[in-house]
């Protein structure tokens, strides 16, 4: 369904897009307010049974352009379940199907090094910087920024889950999710379409891949760090029963717990950075709904064209009447008048064919010409934040190594200035 029949309308169209340049220089919420998730709390549901507690977060809004009239107060603050966050996702998903919607971070634990769950502590703050993130994207998005029900979601405490639904959207997302589970084969698939697909699919593998070795990498070396405090005991209680070489020892000892301890910290940072390329890895999941979102315009067209060639090919053999050989035996071909109506009938359904396809062209290519834009957005974007990433990473493992290698150097010295 294209977005101009769509029962759910976007609240505020912008200005005309041209070109990557026009989409980057357009306003958005982000230029007049500051949005952030300053906290979490867990609530319980009336028992004490541990499933029927949840997390809320806490948004904070602040107007920071004083003449800025969009928002109904300077400064508020209100509380969402991740299951608000999922509603707003979705409505936008729906609403805005040429947009490679911003991803909420993961519901469940994925490349988990350790043993962990949602209800953990560090997973909450590294899902509260997550949603926090999802906020941040679509403030500063020029096509989501501005619809209304995103606007109510920062502010609008009570009655917000009424008016999202009495939008629409469930039904029409319900319509579009039995739409897509349909295998669609196109006649003529659209090459750039096909290529973002393809893309994605192996974006996806190739990040899917390396947060798994990551996560296993990272549990061996946890691990293997953690042993050393083994050496880090030992030595200590060697110290004692050595009279000359107790001072060496003991301030080895130390060195080697400083080994094991400062795995910890390395681990709470890879976390950080293995969080921003999981938003890609979703991101990836996103840019398949886009091109999939394509792929059922593109579809719409061609059943309209069939449409059409099934009709005429219906006219012809109304104008030509009853020709079967027992028809023109027993002379039971159709009177002129009724041909005529027949045929009439059907040019007026021909006609309707063809607007139908017009409009169907029409959809696709203001879909496109969206899309494209979209796709060229989202793909510089990608390339800095996955670059930014992995360096990141490698840095933070060539400050870890650093580490340790000072650690065992002190080490050394330690063990050859003993007397």
């Known amino acids: 369904m294209s977005v101009e029949n769509s029962p759910v309308k976007p609240s505020r169209s912008p200005s005309v897009v041209e070109t990557l340049d026009d989409f980057e220089n357009q306003d958005t919420l982000l230029k007049h307010v500051d949005i952030s998730i300053v906290e ?21 809004l602040k107007v920071t352009n004083p003449e800025y009239k969009l928002v109904q107060s300077k400064i508020s603050t209100i509380w969402r379940r991740y299951t608000e966050f999922e509603q707003i996702h979705d409505y936008l998903q729906v609403t805005y199907p040429h947009v490679v919607i911003p991803p909420l971070p993961e519901k469940r634990v994925l490349y988990a090094w350790r043993k962990s769950d949602t209800t953990d502590p560090e997973f909450v703050e590294r899902r509260r910087a ?76 190739n990040l899917g891949n390396f947060l798994y070795t990551r996560s296993k990498i990272m549990e061996k070396n946890y691990a293997l760090c953690k042993l050393h405090a083994n050496y880090g005991k030992l030595f200590s209680e060697w110290s004692v029963i050595e009279k000359d070489m107790g001072d ?12 094991a301890d400062s795995i910890d910290s390395v681990a ?71 041909r005529d109506q027949a045929t009439r009938a059907l040019d007026l359904k021909i006609q309707d064919d063809k607007a139908a396809i017009e409009v169907a062209k029409k959809d696709l290519e203001e879909f496109t010409k969206k899309a494209s834009i979209e796709i060229e957005h989202f793909q510089k974007q990608k390339d800095k934040d996955i670059h930014e990433s992995l360096v990141g990473f490698i840095t933070l493992q060539v400050k870890a190594a650093k580490k340790n290698l000072q650690a065992w150097t002190q080490i050394r010295e330690c063990l050859q200035n003993m007397p």
């Open 40 to 60: 979490s709390e867990k609530r319980a549901n009336g028992t004490l049974h541990v499933r029927d507690h949840y997390t809320v977060y806490l948004i904070d």
């Open 130 to 205: 997550g949603l926090e993130n999802f906020l941040l994207r679509v403030a500063s998005h020029p096509r989501l920024c501005f619809d209304d029900q995103f606007i109510n979601f920062l502010q609008q405490e009570h009655g917000w889950r009424e008016t999202i639904t009495e939008s629409g959207y469930i039904l029409q997302a319900e319509n579009k999710l039995k739409s897509l589970s349909v295998s669609i084969r196109l006649k003529k698939p659209d090459p750039e379409i096909d290529s973002v697909k393809n893309y994605s699919k192996l974006l996806e593998t």
């Open 248 to 259: 060496g020892l003991q301030k080895a000892g130390h060195y080697f717990d400083s080994i």
């Open 268 to 338: 709470e940072d890879e976390e950080q950075l293995a969080d921003q390329l999981k938003e890609y890895l979703f991101y990836a999941g996103a840019l398949q709904q886009l091109c999939a979102n394509h792929e059922a315009l593109q579809r719409a067209l061609e059943l309209a064209h069939d449409t059409l060639n099934n009709r005429i090919a219906e006219r012809n053999r109304a104008a030509a009447g009853k020709s079967g050989l027992l028809s023109r035996l027993f002379g039971t071909t159709d009177p002129d008048i009724v």
